[in-house]
């Protein structure tokens, strides 16, 4: 090859990176420019990794919650009387209605058992729209960063959709209608009133329950090679594992 065809080659390749870094963004056009000479990832591997980790995480803990149990006897989880109710929750208990402060708090966890069954086309939609972008903020963030990404994707439409699940659990238990009975007349005479809306707060406990979870299931396929249940997984994960460890950001 000739200088001139060399300098014209120079411009061909300089003008195409160019156009790729104004079409792609910066931190895209990075990763794909540095996947043409050696054995980076490339971005669609990087997508379908991360969408891969949310599902994986996401199956495995509204799988785990759906179950008999799974908020009930998860402590980490489990919802229980809210702090200011547990004035209340005492007294009940030492003048002989502890029976019915259990029932309540089992029923409350039964309604979220029951909601985290119908979670999965919720996660599966806001996994399915995931950007480049969105997947290189994900491998580059947090330990949390996926399970954020998810929370701020989905949180509205799960409200919407546990709320009618989560309000026919309770009522078909009384749990409603023991809780706005006693904390109603509590409010009357208490300076720290406490929520009558039961649906209202179980809502928000079981997506936090699930968030926990979701969170706890990054954090193993973030850090633990045994997690990473298929290829793609492995080939992202322990990808940015290593360029972490060499200080690559």
């Not at 056009?29 to 994986?56: F, P, Y």
């Not at 803990?61 to 799974?70: E, M, V, Y």
């Not at 809502?203 to 793609?232: C, M, N, S, W």
Request: aromatic content about 8%; proline content about 2%.
């Amino acid at each position: 090859m000739n200088v001139k065809s060399k300098i014209s080659m120079k411009k061909i390749i300089s003008f195409s990176a160019v156009v790729l870094f104004c079409l792609t963004g910066c931190d895209t056009a990075k990763n794909i420019l540095s996947s043409i000479g050696n054995s980076s990832l490339t971005n669609d591997e990087v997508v379908q990794g991360l969408k891969e980790a949310l599902k994986v995480g996401t199956d495995s803990s509204t799988h785990l919650l759906s179950l008999t149990d799974g908020f009930y006897k998860d402590i980490a989880v489990k919802i229980l009387m809210p702090p200011e109710a547990q004035k209340v929750e005492k007294t009940l208990r030492d003048v002989g209605f502890g029976s019915v402060v259990d029932k309540s708090v089992l029923s409350m966890n039964r309604a979220a058992e029951d909601a985290s069954q119908y979670v999965g086309n919720i996660f599966l939609n806001a996994i399915k729209q995931m950007s480049i972008q969105d997947a290189f903020g994900i491998l580059r963030g947090g330990n949390f960063a996926a399970t954020d990404y998810l929370k701020q994707k989905t949180t509205p439409e799960l409200v919407t959709a546990f709320t009618p699940v989560i309000s026919k659990s309770l009522a078909n238990t009384n749990a409603t209608k023991y809780w706005k009975d006693v904390f109603s007349v509590y409010n009357r005479f208490s300076s720290t009133p406490v929520n009558t809306d039961l649906t209202g707060y179980v809502t928000q406990k079981t997506l936090d329950g699930l968030f926990y979870h979701i969170g706890l299931e990054e954090q193993k396929i973030r850090k633990d090679p045994a997690a990473r249940v298929t290829d793609i997984l492995k080939k992202v994960f322990t990808s940015q594992n290593q360029q972490a460890n060499a200080g690559i950001k």
